[in-house]
T-cell receptor, first 113, second 115 residues
């Protein structure tokens, strides 16, 4: 069965510090992995995806994520956090060959000025 | 402007009264999907559609129906809503690449309350 775990409900980080939002996944076959961000009272916005190739993928707003097959992880990172990065972040997985997606429970990121 | 629209944005209804939430996209996407978002549970997929007249169950399809008669529209139907369907609902669309959906575009959400 496919699943995604986001072990932290809340992450707090000081402005200018690096941030990491964690995600681990479980699929039978090859994973396609995604990060989305949700700002208050808005729909989700796509940030980045891993399909194949380089394990480090870069996305919107300076975010990047590293795919680690041995640890089944896809952590979201940013070198220097901004207050405007404060939002709810979702990790999602789709198994190659399948058409349904599974999302994590979300991590609320708060960047403290 | 490329977008996914949902209507209504807010809806309060009573148990058992049939309702439909509409979803429309203007990007000519093949793939459309419905999700519900609940605190502590994240987003869960209700139904998805790969193209016109092709729909399939997601993770939590019970109590919901969908139809895909036109490529741009994907309405969500609750024939007999119950209080446990109180939730925030999102419609999303994606083009199909290599046979599967990748990045999805989400609508603004519909907050449904069933009393």
């Amino acid at each position: 069965a496919q699943s995604v775990a986001q072990p932290e409900d809340q992450v707090n980080v000081a402005e200018g510090n690096p941030l990491t939002v964690k995600c681990t996944y479980s699929v039978s076959g090859n994973p396609y992995l995604f990060w989305y961000v949700q700002y208050p009272n808005r729909g989700l916005q796509f940030l980045l995806k891993y399909i194949t190739g380089d394990n480090l993928v870069k996305g919107s707003y300076g975010f990047e994520a590293e795919f680690n097959k041995s640890q089944t992880s896809f952590h979201l990172k940013k070198p220097s956090a901004l207050v405007s990065d404060s939002a709810l972040y979702f990790c999602a997985v789709r198994e190659a060959g399948a058409n349904n997606l599974f999302f994590g429970t979300g991590t609320r990121l708060t960047v403290i000025p | 402007e490329a977008q996914v629209t949902q209507n209504p944005r807010y809806l309060i209804t009573v148990t058992g009264k049939k309702l439909t939430v509409t979803c429309s996209q203007n990007m000519n996407h093949e793939y459309m999907s419905w999700y519900r978002q609940d605190p502590g549970l994240g987003l869960r997929q209700i139904y998805y559609s790969m193209n016109v007249e092709v729909t399939d169950k997601g993770d939590v399809p019970e109590g919901y129906k969908v139809s895909r008669k036109e490529k741009r529209n994907f309405p969500l139907i609750l024939e007999s809503p119950s209080p446990n369907q109180t939730s925030l609902y999102f419609c999303a669309s994606s083009k199909l690449t290599g046979g599967g959906p990748y990045e999805q575009y989400f609508g603004p959400g519909t907050r449904l309350t069933v009393t």
